[in-house]
């Protein structure tokens, strides 16, 4: 049986999610790596899809897809995060380089094709002077 760690801690002997897994395999630490990694990305591209934007569409059909993707969306942030409670340091940097990955391409403007309409290219006003 595996210790459950409280801190930070640095290894590829953790478990991260399930019982068991991924063990003391080098191989199936770095799977898991990659696997918080695109769980993580693919949570952004939920969060900056299309359909979860709504846009004009008012209709229940597409209410329903829009709670269906939310929920989805919502569901892989908490995988990550419980995978992150894992406490283990390469787990918390892969979650986190995914979440920056694809904000990079589904969130951020670098790779948006620039827009004409003001509104929605520039950020909210937050106020501050500063």
């Not at 990955?101 to 969130?107: A, E, I, N, S």
């Amino acid at each position: 049986m595996m210790m459950m760690h409280m801190t930070f801690f640095w290894g590829k002997n953790t478990e991260v999610l399930f019982s068991g897994w991924p063990g003391t395999s080098s191989g199936m630490y770095a799977l898991c790596l990659i696997v918080v990694f695109f769980l993580a990305v693919i949570a952004e591209w939920l969060a900056h899809s299309r359909i979860l934007r709504g846009g004009d569409a008012t209709s229940r059909v597409a209410g329903i897809a829009q709670t269906g993707v939310y929920t989805l969306k919502t569901g892989l942030s908490y995988i990550v995060m419980l995978a992150v409670m894992s406490f283990n340091g390469g787990v918390f940097i892969v979650a986190i380089a995914g979440y920056a990955v694809g904000f990079l391409l589904f969130g951020s403007t670098a790779f948006k094709k620039p827009s004409h309409d003001q509104k929605t290219t520039l950020p909210p006003s937050s106020g501050c002077v500063c």
